[in-house]
């Protein structure tokens, strides 16, 4: 059954002069970067590991960099870290996991203290918890928040940018891509709605993104409906095939991954519509080159962020469980830092996805694309 958020939309035609193609805090603009060469500018974070869904891509559980796990970072632990990345110019911090941030007592807190660091938290989440009363109850009681829509007023204080899970309209297909919760799509769908009535897709750039990860066999038939939905609505949607870490690992991609010619197929139908409805012009995206997610802003977090999990491993990025850059129980977080393979790609706008090229995504996937415009845009 299909069950749409009841959301209008943002633009007529066009989207405005000066439109910002990107999620608050996300990802840098080669000014950007270049004025801060060499500072960590953004880190992915674990923060606690409960989640009640199931995810089968889940790109947490059966991760390689976190087996046999004997010391879990601890609240003081990553203050500590955001202390010293802060010191190391530190704008932003994404929350992935290792399970559902929102699921956490002390995560609000923890907001809070960002905010006073002056850093922005962008939150990957499912949106299941948002939209349901009682579970706000049971985890934000003790702040005084009691129901979805105040817990949505504290993140608006907080000025964090959601970036929430959206695979399907359908709700049979989502609850099933969540490891089979009956009922998770409409509290979702709730959460949106809430996140909406908030204002938090009225900036530019937007503060709410929808998440549509993984591109699978399963759902690609869809993404471009999700894609052109999201973006009527100044809602930054992020799509691309799948993370080849955690469930994902050892080639257990490339059962769910689409082949070649529809990714391809995909990717340029969603840069042609940028470019019909002004998100994007031809040459800006010849100048920016084809991003790892599809329209979206390319992502430049391997030249300027790290990656630091819940058994205090920093890594490369979250998409990649084996090129580990250090500990932080052994060394400064401006050791490893300096010391990393990202400090060296310090200034690289759009650094493609080399976690996943030649694996989830194909080795001739942008050329393509990008021959795709140059004939058709
Ligand atoms: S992907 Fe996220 S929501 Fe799904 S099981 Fe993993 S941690 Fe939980
Ligand atoms: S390099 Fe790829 S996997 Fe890593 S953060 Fe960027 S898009 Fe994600």
Redesign the pocket.
């Known amino acids: 059954m299909n069950a749409i958020p009841d959301i209008p939309n943002s633009f007529e035609g066009k989207v405005p002069q000066g439109f910002v193609n990107d999620v608050n805090g996300w990802a840098f603009s080669q000014g950007e970067l270049d004025r801060n060469k060499g500072k960590l500018l953004t880190l992915?974070i674990d923060f606690g590991n409960h989640c009640s869904l199931n995810c089968p891509h889940c790109f947490r559980r059966n991760n390689r960099a976190d087996f046999g796990i004997s010391r879990v970072l601890q609240y003081d632990d990553a203050v500590e870290i955001i202390t010293q990345a802060k010191k190391l110019g530190l704008r932003s911090v994404k929350f992935l996991g290792a399970g559902e941030p929102f699921e956490n007592l002390r995560f609000l807190e923890f907001l809070r203290f960002l905010k006073k660091m002056d850093v922005i938290p962008l939150i990957f989440t499912k949106g299941g918890l948002i939209g349901d009363d009682s579970q706000v109850a049971k985890w934000y009681s003790h702040y005084g928040v009691f129901t979805g829509r105040e817990l949505v007023a504290e993140l608006v204080k907080v000025n964090a940018s959601i970036l929430l899970g959206f695979n399907s309209f359908d709700t049979d297909v989502q609850d099933k891509m969540v490891g089979g919760v009956s009922g998770y799509t409409l509290k979702r769908n709730r959460a949106l709605e809430l996140l909406v009535d908030a204002g938090f897709n009225k900036g530019n750039p937007t503060s709410l993104a929808l998440i549509c990860t993984p591109i699978t066999n399963a759902n690609i038939g869809e993404v471009f409906e999700i894609y052109k939905w999201g973006r009527e609505r100044n809602l930054h949607v992020v799509t691309?095939p799948t993370?080849v870490s955690g469930r994902c690992s050892n080639e257990a991609w490339a059962s769910i991954t689409p082949c070649e010619e529809g990714l391809v197929g995909l990717y340029t139908k969603i840069y042609l519509f940028n470019i019909e409805k002004g998100i994007q012009t031809l040459g800006q995206i010849k100048n920016e080159g084809i991003a790892?997610?599809a329209g979206a802003h390319p992502?430049n977090?391997?030249a300027c962020?790290m990656y630091v999990t819940l058994s205090g491993k920093v890594l490369?990025?979250?998409?990649?469980d084996v090129t580990v850059f250090g500990s932080i129980w052994n060394d400064s977080l401006e050791n490893i830092w300096l010391n990393s393979g990202n400090f060296t790609r310090q200034g690289t706008f759009n650094?493609?996805?080399?976690?996943?090229m030649g694996k989830s995504i194909p080795l001739g996937l942008f050329g393509k694309v990008m021959a795709n415009l140059e004939r058709l845009g």
């Not at 490369?316 to 990649?320: E, F, N, V």
């Not at 650094?351 to 996943?356: E, S």
């Open positions: 992915d691309c993370m790892s997610y992502c977090q391997i962020g490369r990025c979250p998409g990649d650094c493609g996805c080399p976690p996943k």
